[in-house]
């Protein structure tokens, strides 16, 4: 069974924006739904490097900053016609409470 690290509260993340958290393997974007769905991304778009943290959710996609690009929050990945991927990480949330695994890895890279 995988350890888990308590990195915050549901509540910490704005509805329909984000929260940084520094891990080992790098910054991670935490993203908050309309509906409370909370999903983990580096911070980082596959496109160039935009730091997605700063972008809108919309639905379950995050809009990147700088050029507009979407990326699916579940996935990681770019809305076609355009290609590439955000490595993501599982995140657990129980009680209002964040959980993220232990290891600092990112389990989900491409
Ligand atoms: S860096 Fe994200 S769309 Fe260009």
Redesign the pocket.
């Not at 990147?64 to 690009?69: D, E, I, K, R, T």
């Given at each position: 069974m995988s350890a888990w690290i308590e990195i915050g509260k549901l509540d910490d993340i704005p509805i329909r924006g984000s929260r940084i958290v520094e891990t080992p393997a790098g910054q991670l974007a935490l993203f908050r739904t309309s509906d409370d769905g909370v999903f983990a991304l580096v911070n980082r778009?596959?496109?160039?490097?935009?730091p997605?943290s700063e972008g809108l959710v919309s639905g379950k996609v995050v809009v990147?900053?700088?050029?507009?690009?979407t990326i699916d929050l579940e996935s990681g990945s770019a809305t076609a016609p355009?290609e590439g991927c955000t490595p993501r990480m599982t995140v657990r949330v129980e009680n209002g409470r964040l959980w993220l695994p232990s290891g600092g890895t990112f389990p989900h890279d491409p």
């Open positions: 778009c596959p496109h160039r490097g935009g997605l990147c900053p700088l050029h507009g690009w355009d």
